[in-house]
């Protein structure tokens, strides 16, 4: 996985007041914390931050005025109209360290034909990694998979290195039979413009 640079600042202005004048300035308040230390309370770059975390689990390399640490998101804070960011906690990390994250599951192929469902029981994958070596997405193979079908979290192929932080057996997939519901829809309809018909006539 590759790092992210992001120049970050020190905060000392606290309270809503504040953080909307940081986010004026296309600015995102936050705090890293971990490693037993204090909470350090940054002032990040609104939109560096905003591309950074479209990469889940992305590894941010903060210069944080001339102080370099080793950070990964843990919580992120969006506007629910507007989408900005509001706020973000970030993890401190050390190269090696093993960490806990969720790593999102992504599905390819085509189930059996019969118009089946896949429902994704867990979207992401709870594992413990090393900090810079987090997997960004595992993908599964659902290819022919019939109604009744699951994929577990042993099912899925780990990296060197990466261990599962959940039980082998928890459901990460399973395909449902087809519903047959909107056939009897279809025939309601029918029997209603069959009435209607009816009372013109």
Do not use: C, W
């Not at 770059?45 to 210069?63: E, F, K, M, S, Y």
């Not at 989408?83 to 999102?104: A, I, M, Q, S, W």
């Not at 085509?110 to 810079?132: M, Q, R, S």
Request: no cysteine; glycine share 8%.
């Amino acid at each position: 996985m590759s790092e992210v640079k992001i120049s970050a600042e020190l905060r000392s202005e606290f309270g809503k007041g504040a953080a909307r004048r940081i986010r004026r300035e296309d600015k995102v308040p936050g705090v890293l914390y971990g490693h037993g230390s204090d909470p350090v309370h940054l002032t990040l770059p609104g939109h560096d931050l905003l591309l950074a975390l479209r990469t889940p689990n992305v590894l941010l390399a903060l210069d944080i005025e001339g102080k370099r640490e080793l950070a990964i998101p843990k919580a992120a804070q969006r506007d629910p109209l507007k989408g900005f960011l509001e706020h973000v906690d970030l993890l401190l990390v050390k190269r090696g360290e093993k960490v806990t994250v969720e790593v999102p599951v992504q599905a390819e192929g085509d189930l059996a034909p019969g118009g089946n469902l896949l429902e994704h029981v867990l979207n992401a994958l709870p594992v413990e990694a090393e900090a810079t070596h987090i997997p960004e997405s595992f993908t599964v193979s659902v290819e022919g998979l019939e109604a009744g079908a699951s994929v577990h979290a042993k099912d899925i192929k780990l990296p060197k290195g990466v261990t599962l932080a959940v039980e082998e057996d928890a459901v990460v997939l399973q395909v449902l039979a087809a519903q047959a519901e909107e056939p009897a829809a279809e025939a309601e309809e029918g029997e209603a413009a069959a009435a209607a018909e009816g009372a013109e006539a």
